[in-house]
């Protein structure tokens, strides 16, 4: 059974940075692609970035891009998140996602395993 364990989220000021950490159990993260979502108050869950299976490719939502970037290491199956640049718009549940058949990365319906989240809360 697949477990996706997020850690790392907090309350952070405006400008500051996180760094989240998706602890995978249940499979071999090298043949997932992970992924991070989030989903703000009253907003629907949204891609925020990708890492292909073996960690070759990343992706992103242009909202994040040179702001975050995403890791992974499979030789811990963990998933990583650095957030620097962090603004108020941030703020949500960061979720953890993984899958072995990748159609399309920044759709949730792609991912067949998802985390419970982590609150990031950024106060401007």
């Known amino acids: 059974q697949v477990q996706l364990v997020e850690s790392g989220g907090g309350l952070v000021q405006a400008a500051g940075s996180l760094r989240l950490s998706c602890a995978a159990s249940?499979?071999?993260?090298?043949?997932?692609?992970m992924a991070w979502f989030r989903q703000a108050p009253g907003r629907e869950r949204e891609f925020v970035a990708a890492?292909?299976?073996?960690?070759?490719?990343?992706y992103y939502a242009d909202s994040v891009k040179g702001r975050f970037t995403v890791s992974r290491d499979n030789a811990t199956n963990t998933a990583y998140l650095q957030m620097n640049g962090l603004n108020h718009e941030d703020t949500a549940v960061y979720y953890c996602?993984?899958?072995?058949?990748?159609?399309?990365?920044?759709?949730?319906?792609?991912?067949?395993?998802w985390g419970q989240g982590t609150q990031v809360t950024v106060s401007s």
């Open positions: 996602a993984a899958a072995q058949r990748v159609r399309t990365y920044d759709l949730a319906s792609t991912y067949d395993d």
């Open positions: 249940g499979l071999t993260s090298s043949t997932y692609a």
């Open positions: 890492v292909s299976q073996y960690g070759g490719i990343a």
